[in-house]
């Protein structure tokens, strides 16, 4: 006698002017037997994401599109998800990028977590299409993930590969998020992963991450512009702050937010610069950084760095989009390949 699959999981997915690219998300989540529902949230697109959307319904009913009419941000939409769904499991999933076949259930195989995440496969956007054939087969490895590595793989190196643990797409219990009232941060258009997983640790959240890799990212030529607002990046490293001030943290944990902090108001300091170069001048710049010492290191480190960036060499195994020579790069580092595989 053949068991079905449980279907206990409801797939998030907002999007914003994704009608290019929302089929291929949504019917990647569709075909993952253990998904209860398919939320689409169109947040307040101007193409055609929630009619395109809802083209991609395979008639089992587990597909539910909801439009807003203005954008209302990642979060909001990901918070209105959460509270129309009723699945006891929940997992993002953004609108450029896909499921590869089985990942819920190599997920669901794990037990022990109140989080769970797989690798991460960064592809170009020519290859989404053929890229399932192209995945490697690795051991699942489990490991479970404390704050203070989760934060210290949030912080970004010059000349260091970029893969920032806050990209991976956990699967999480709604239980833990309700008995910890924990929701996204409406506020935050930055990081706002980041925030919910870094409060649901320092609330004591089992992260479990394996290699086994089913899910796509897909790149593009503009994904490394790196622009954000700059008021983005200040809601961002004040949060930081939050979580410092929100209940007790080991002295090691407590370090290494203030490290993120740091690295994200040097980045703010940095563009506040730049922007006020901008729209009021060099002499406006100038006076700013002169009245705030404090933001010198982070301004003038940061123009050295943004002129020889050129002269650093680029990670060779990577998408095109990301420098590269078109190769799959994997989030995680150095899985081992499954045996006979």
């Known amino acids: 006698m053949t068991v079905a699959a449980p279907t206990n999981v409801c797939i998030i997915i907002a999007a914003k002017n994704a009608a290019d690219t929302i089929t291929r998300a ?3 989540a569709l075909a993952e037997p253990e998904a209860a529902e398919v939320i689409v949230i169109d947040d307040g697109s101007t193409d055609d994401t929630a009619r395109t959307a809802r083209a991609a ?24 998800a959460i509270a129309i769904s009723q699945s006891p499991l929940l997992g993002v999933l953004d609108a450029d990028d896909f499921f590869l076949p089985g990942r819920l259930r190599q997920l669901l195989s794990e037990d022990g977590w109140d989080f769970i995440a797989d690798n991460i496969a960064f592809i170009d956007a020519s290859e989404a299409e053929t890229a399932h054939g192209r995945i490697g087969r690795f051991t699942a490895s489990p490991r479970l993930l404390d704050l203070v590595g989760f934060v210290e793989g949030n912080i970004s190196r010059r000349g260091v590969r970029r893969g920032e643990i806050g990209f991976l797409k956990p699967l999480m219990r709604r239980s833990f998020l309700d008995s ?3 929701r996204y941060k409406e506020d935050l258009r930055l990081g706002e992963d980041y925030d919910l997983y870094a409060r649901a640790l320092a609330k004591g959240a089992r992260y479990k991450i394996i290699h086994s890799c089913g899910y796509a990212a897909v790149v593009r030529g503009n994904s490394l512009s790196g622009s954000h607002r700059t008021a983005d990046l200040r809601r961002l490293y004040e949060a930081d702050r939050a979580i410092l001030t929100e209940g007790a943290l080991s002295a090691d944990a407590a370090t290494a ?6 690295h994200i108001r040097d980045r703010y300091e940095l563009r506040h610069f730049l922007d006020l170069k901008n729209h009021a001048g060099y002499m406006s710049a100038i006076g700013y950084g002169l009245t705030n010492p404090g933001a010198l290191p982070a301004i003038v480190g940061g123009i050295l760095a943004d002129k ?3 002269f650093r060499p680029r990670e060779s195994v990577a998408p095109v989009a990301l420098g590269g020579s078109g190769a799959i790069r994997y989030l995680l580092d150095a899985p081992m390949t499954e045996p006979g595989k």
Request: no cysteine; charged share 35%; hydrophobic share 30%.
């Open 26 to 28: 949504t019917a990647s």
């Open 57 to 80: 319904d395979d008639g089992s009913g587990r597909l539910n599109v909801v439009r807003f009419d203005e954008n209302r941000g990642p979060a909001a939409a990901r918070n209105h």
């Open 308 to 310: 020889t960036e050129r």
């Open 180 to 182: 910890h009232l924990l």
């Open 257 to 262: 937010i203030r490290r993120h902090e740091r």
